[in-house]
């Protein structure tokens, strides 16, 4: 496990993410579901699409345009879901939104999405930090 209480190393993992953004495509499989999410707020503007098989999410990507909190965030939920089913998917954003909202959580499950811990200290960047998060549990309560 590593040690995410490095201010330096948190804002590292978050440029990686955001300059080298993991499983960012739009699919050409007809069979994926689908979420448009977008901020009035911010230039957030993503499209989120998983492929089921079963209660197995078999992929997960995203496409279209944010800044960096967004990008990182949602980079990091595509590494983290990708493999698990429906019930741990949900498990995992449920504690993603309990560290956000500084309420107790699972550390363990967030894996590198600990980074975005202190993202309650700046309110206005609560929705960037989410946006994939909350596109994803719509799709997986459809």
């Given at each position: 496990?590593?040690?995410?209480?490095?201010?330096?190393?948190?804002?590292?993992?978050?440029?990686?993410?955001?300059?080298?953004?993991?499983?960012?495509?739009?699919?050409?499989?007809?069979?994926?579901?689908?979420?448009?999410?977008?901020?009035?707020?911010?230039?957030?503007?993503?499209?989120?699409?998983?492929?089921?098989?079963?209660?197995?999410?078999?992929?997960?990507?995203?496409?279209?345009?944010?800044?960096?909190?967004?990008?990182?965030?949602?980079?990091?939920?595509?590494?983290?879901?990708?493999?698990?089913?429906?019930?741990?998917?949900?498990?995992?954003?449920?504690?993603?939104?309990?560290?956000?909202?500084?309420?107790?959580?699972?550390?363990?499950s967030l894996e590198e999405a600990v980074v975005f811990r202190n993202?309650?200290?700046?309110?206005?960047?609560?929705?960037?930090?989410?946006?994939?998060?909350?596109?994803?549990?719509?799709?997986?309560?459809?």
């Open positions: 496990m590593h040690s995410f209480n490095d201010p330096l190393m948190m804002r590292q993992i978050i440029m990686d993410h955001y300059e080298h953004p993991r499983n960012k495509r739009t699919p050409v499989h007809p069979n994926y579901m689908h979420v448009h999410m977008d901020s009035a707020s911010c230039i957030d503007d993503i499209h989120l699409y998983v492929l089921m098989q079963g209660d197995f999410i078999s992929d997960i990507c995203f496409d279209g345009i944010g800044c960096a909190i967004s990008t990182a965030s949602t980079s990091i939920l595509t590494e983290l879901i990708m493999g698990k089913t429906r019930k741990e998917a949900l498990h995992i954003i449920q504690q993603y939104e309990a560290m956000i909202f500084e309420q107790p959580y699972e550390e363990d993202t309650s200290k700046q309110a206005n960047r609560i929705k960037c930090a989410t946006i994939g998060w909350d596109g994803l549990k719509r799709l997986l309560h459809e």
